[in-house]
DNA sequence: GCCGTTTTCGGCCCGACTGTTTTCAGTCG
């Protein structure tokens, strides 16, 4: 019985939740051990079911008897130890620990007190007041599980707000607050700013010897809809936009080493502490330091005011934000570095980008080109939407008259390479708009997904590859389809696709737009291994719409994509002789 | 349960907050 890589991590993150409870602490070692086998086996990029027990017991982070484990849920789709488990605390007692404030412990003494084993019986002895009798539980106690089982489900930490929500929300208020005179420094963290593609909350930390006069004008800003909570160092809001917005304040000297804590991730935190262990060091949201034993004496500080000698003093390279995922950045930041990753500033060209010729594109020709030349772009695909797109597609007519205006453009200004392009829409079997010949016609040809969503696995699959082998197909646009937080994308078989992709020499856009970042991230690491070509493309609609080329960059940075996989990261020479190449 | 230029035992990341206590356990991020 064959099992995916993410069914084993899965059966091993209950694993840990159950022997959590079962050992009545989420810092047991066993907890932990199943934790990072988890995190080992999502990192893997093989099958590990075609890896034997010794093989497995060889990956870090998995030994002998998760190894045995493992080889038991691929084989048989059990495992003793879970199912033993499972019997021992069912699921709704798992529940229980989704109570804010209640953990292993708790759960487990309301049990052996009061029976209590899911979350309605809780609900009775709370009513009751059986609860408030038990040692260490309180009035305070039962009325804030109240309000979390009230709660339950409905916290912010379980609403994911898209990115494309997130981030201007939290640059609005990054700007908002760098003007505040108490503040010295000011940056968001969290996920956001490991651009993850759905955020829990924004944190946003400020380096200020004034934080009374800081949260003061947080409070006041036009952005907060209602305050959460208001402490010391933490301020909690939740914005108009409905994202909850933390805002903490800490002292300059500490900024650094706070906006490394408060980025994460957490694994990369404790890979990064375990390396200051290893060098008689300590390293917390203050600062890194040398570890005391006198807890009275002062702490005498290695590195705290930026990120910078933080990592430079733990003898590593910088790690981009965006990779701190504990997903081997931190091996390769003392090894080979990040040199490799592109930058804003490597983009030499962008290659899907939309006219008012197109019924949703908004300015003229002539503006997207200016606007890309002050960008110092090199080249620019104009890829209008083709014929078959209802609404928006563009005629033959159009689309000969659009080219004779653009080689003119091209003449006249002398400052930029234009190709003339359309972005093609695939068909429920794979087909895209016009013929062989018109679009022989073109110079490069982005294929794209706008219909047709619900389809299986196979027809999915199907389509991108028949569209890649058509010869006058350059790049597939927006993989997935997905439009995050409100569509998922279209299913599919990635190898097939990856393998198709690098067979036919078809790029694959990392579409730049907040709203899709499509290719996905797991998509893009996956496909860098196998070899395939990339472009990063801004989708844009109107001029101003090419300044989000920063967002496809983040995204290629988060899978680790290097420039030499990115085609418009390419000078126009050896981009135009690629795509001669590949007419051939 | 995993791991190892201090290997087969003895370690394993850190601090704030809360509610309950009066020195701390449990929870959380």
Do not use: C
Request: glycine share 8%; net charge negative.
């Amino acid at each position: 019985m064959a099992r995916t890589n993410d069914e084993v991590a899965r059966a091993l993150a209950e694993l840990a939740s159950l022997t959590e409870l079962d050992e009545g602490s989420p810092n047991a070692f066993r907890v932990r051990a199943y934790q990072n086998a988890e995190r080992a086996v999502r990192s893997l990029s093989e099958d590990v079911g075609e890896r034997s027990e010794s093989e497995l017991a060889q990956v870090k982070g998995i030994g002998k008897s998760i190894a045995g484990r493992i080889r038991q849920f691929v084989e048989t789709g059990r495992i003793d130890k879970l199912e033993e488990l499972r019997e021992k605390h069912p699921p709704e007692k798992l529940k229980l620990m989704k109570v804010p404030g209640l953990g292993a412990k708790s759960v487990q003494l309301l049990e052996d007190e009061l029976g209590v084993r899911d979350i309605d019986a809780l609900a009775a002895a709370l009513d009751d007041g059986r609860v408030s009798g038990l040692p260490g539980m309180g009035a305070k106690t039962v009325e804030n599980l109240k309000e979390g089982i009230a709660k339950l489900g409905l916290t912010s930490k379980d609403q994911r707000v898209p990115i494309a929500t997130a981030l201007p929300a939290a640059e609005r208020i990054v700007a908002a607050l760098d003007e505040v005179p108490a503040v010295e420094q000011v940056a968001y963290a969290g996920s956001l700013r490991r651009f993850r593609a759905d955020i829990g909350d924004v944190d946003v930390l400020v380096a200020s010897d004034d934080p009374a006069g800081v949260r003061e004008a947080f409070l006041a800003s036009s952005e907060v809809d209602r305050t959460i909570g208001s402490g010391d160092t933490k301020t909690s809001v939740v914005t108009r936009d409905g994202v909850q917005v933390d805002l903490r304040v800490v002292p300059p000297a500490s900024f650094g080493a706070a906006l490394v804590y408060f980025t994460g991730s957490k694994a990369h935190n404790i890979r990064l502490r375990q390396r200051a262990l290893e060098r008689g060091w300590t390293l917390n949201e203050y600062a890194l330091a040398v570890q005391r034993d006198d807890p009275g004496t002062d702490l005498e500080v290695v590195a705290q005011r930026t990120e910078a000698e933080i990592y430079e003093a733990l003898e590593l390279a910088f790690v981009p934000p965006e990779l701190r995922e504990d997903d081997g950045e931190v091996e390769r930041a003392s090894g080979d570095g990040f040199d490799a990753l592109p930058t804003l500033g490597d983009l030499e060209g962008d290659l899907h980008d939309h006219t008012d010729l197109s019924g949703d594109g908004r300015d003229p020709l002539e503006t997207l080109v200016a606007a890309a030349v002050d960008r110092g772009l090199s080249y620019l695909a104009i890829t209008d939407h083709a014929e078959d797109l209802a609404m928006n597609g563009v005629s033959r007519e159009g689309m000969l008259a659009q080219r004779a205006q653009l080689r003119e453009l091209e003449q006249s200004r002398g400052d930029i390479r234009l190709l003339h392009g359309a972005e093609l829409n695939i068909d429920a079997a794979g087909g895209v708009d016009y013929d062989a010949d018109f679009l022989a016609g073109f110079d490069w040809l982005v294929a794209s997904v706008h219909s047709y969503f619900a389809r299986s696995v196979e027809e999915q699959t199907q389509r991108i590859v028949t569209a890649m082998r058509n010869p006058a197909v350059s790049a597939i646009g927006h993989l997935t389809g997905r439009k995050l937080g409100s569509r998922p994308g279209i299913e599919l078989d990635v190898d097939a696709v990856l393998d198709a992709a690098v067979e036919t020499g078809t790029a694959i856009e990392i579409n730049a737009a907040l709203s899709r970042l499509d290719a996905p991230v797991e998509v893009i690491r996956e496909g860098a291994r196998r070899g395939v070509t990339f472009v990063i493309s801004t989708d844009a609609h109107a001029a101003g719409e090419l300044a989000r080329a920063r967002f496809g960059i983040a995204q290629a940075r988060r899978a680790g994509l290097g420039r030499a996989s990115i085609a418009n990261t390419w000078a126009w020479a050896r981009f135009g002789s690629w795509l001669d190449e590949r007419r051939v």
